[in-house]
């Protein structure tokens, strides 16, 4: 079973950047359909960005222009490069892939805003998660 292993989180002053990474075992990395999610306390979580096997991306609107997600094939590793973070960008961000395949799945960009239901559902695979947490 592919697993996946966030790392790249910790505590940043808002303006500043992070570069979340998420290493895959096995070969998922421009296999599957990624993406990262987040979570902030009392809150559902919500898509951040996706990638398709094609490479192609979306982002929500409240990170786009500041975030982006990327993929090295080689080294099997998803990226999440965000810059300009805010206090509301605080929450603990998650790493995803679609490793199975279901009957009804539905294209990758619609991952972004599924709700946490749909996207466990389609998203069979989670890492553990990392805290990314953003001071004024």
Do not use: H
Not at 5 to 23: I, K, N, P, W
Not at 64 to 83: A, E, H, P, V
Not at 96 to 125: G, H, I, N, R
């Amino acid at each position: 079973q592919v697993q996946l292993v966030e790392s790249g989180g910790g505590s940043v002053q808002s303006g500043g950047s992070l570069r979340l990474s998420c290493a895959a075992s096995e070969y998922a990395v421009g296999t599957y359909c990624m993406g990262w999610f987040r979570q902030a306390p009392g809150k559902e979580r919500e898509g951040v960005a996706v990638i398709d096997t094609d490479g192609s991306t979306n982002y929500a609107d409240s990170v786009k222009g500041r975030f982006t997600i990327s993929q090295d094939n080689s080294k099997n590793t998803l990226y999440l490069q965000m810059n300009s973070l805010t206090p509301e960008d605080t929450a603990t961000y998650y790493c995803a892939a679609d490793v199975f395949l279901d009957s009804d799945q539905p294209p990758c960009a619609e991952m972004l805003v599924a709700t946490t239901e749909e996207a466990t559902k389609y998203l069979e695979v989670w890492g553990q998660g990392t805290l990314v947490t953003v001071s004024s």
